[in-house]
């Protein structure tokens, strides 16, 4: 039996069989990063930057969101995401988007705070919303395009206590699978990055706190209470997020949309 030839590559079929580097070029596309001040959102600004992209960051943090603009080359916008009327600021000749912006409540249910709830919900679900409604017709006449948002192991798994948090990064994952369906025929993609818990302040913080509280050092409450169901014991390193979604931007991620995809340390596998 003689083997096929090879197919040429086209505009259906990206020319990367046989190389050994998924390279990453977005000269002259345009990013954006919410939450891009610190953490996960700093760490993927810098990256899609060091791709050549021209990176937006947005942060409720001024200041944090100039520091890291200006390290990327980028601009930077202080807005908070929850404001009524706030993403009509946000240019919409946008190539990229990085819905990282996020927020933790903890409490049971009979004690949560409704306006707390409702605040969470507007940030990470009614926001990436309308960021993703404003972008997607400069993304349609392009015929190309990407949409990364960031979710969590709890878009997928659910823990007590966080109502608001595992509500809205589920809202997020249906989202973003409907934006997937709608948006292929145009040549754009969406997809979930799912961490577990990243080294970023705010999780140190929250290690802090647990270990005063139980009485405990603060590695057995990454072991022992925030990662008693995962299989590798440590926290995820925000640079390990960021290079996932710089894979999802490449041409050979190009088929790949409507996922969601953990990096949780085998989380989700138990």
């Known amino acids: 039996m003689t083997a096929e030839p090879p197919r040429a590559a086209g505009p259906d079929r990206p020319d990367v069989a046989g190389s050994h580097v998924v390279r990453l070029d977005l000269t002259g ?6 939450g891009g001040g610190s953490g996960i ?34 601009r930077a916008e202080g807005i908070d995401l929850a404001e009524p009327g706030a993403v009509e600021r946000i240019e919409p000749e946008l190539d990229v988007v990085v819905n990282n912006a996020g927020l933790q409540h903890v409490a049971p249910l009979p004690e949560f705070p409704p306006d707390r709830f409702g605040y ?14 404003r972008a997607l017709p400069h993304m349609y006449d392009r015929g190309w ?24 990064k589920h809202a997020l994952e249906g989202l973003s699978k409907v934006v997937a369906l709608e948006g292929a025929e145009h040549g754009v993609t969406a997809n979930c990055v799912n961490p577990a818990y990243v080294r970023t302040p705010l999780v140190e913080d929250q290690i802090a706190d647990q270990a005063a509280s139980h ?24 640079e ?11 041409p050979a991620a190009g088929f790949i949309t409507g996922a969601s995809l953990p990096i949780d340390g085998g989380w989700t596998a138990s």
């Open 29 to 34: 596309r345009t990013a954006l990063v919410t």
């Open 41 to 74: 959102g700093r760490a993927c600004a810098l990256r899609l930057a060091d791709a050549g992209a021209t990176v937006l960051v947005l942060d409720r943090n001024v200041e944090a969101a100039k520091a890291v603009a200006a390290a990327a080359g980028g």
């Open 120 to 133: 969470l919900h507007r940030v990470m679900v009614e926001a990436p919303f309308r960021i993703v409604r």
């Open 145 to 168: 395009g990407r949409i990364v948002n960031i979710s969590s192991v709890h878009g997928l798994r659910a823990s007590p206590y966080k109502a608001a948090y595992v509500s809205a």
């Open 215 to 238: 009485g405990i050092p603060e590695n057995e409450v990454v072991e022992k209470i925030m990662l008693a169901r995962a299989a590798m014991k440590r926290l995820v390193e925000p």
């Open 240 to 250: 390990e997020v960021a290079e996932l979604v710089a894979y999802l931007c490449t």
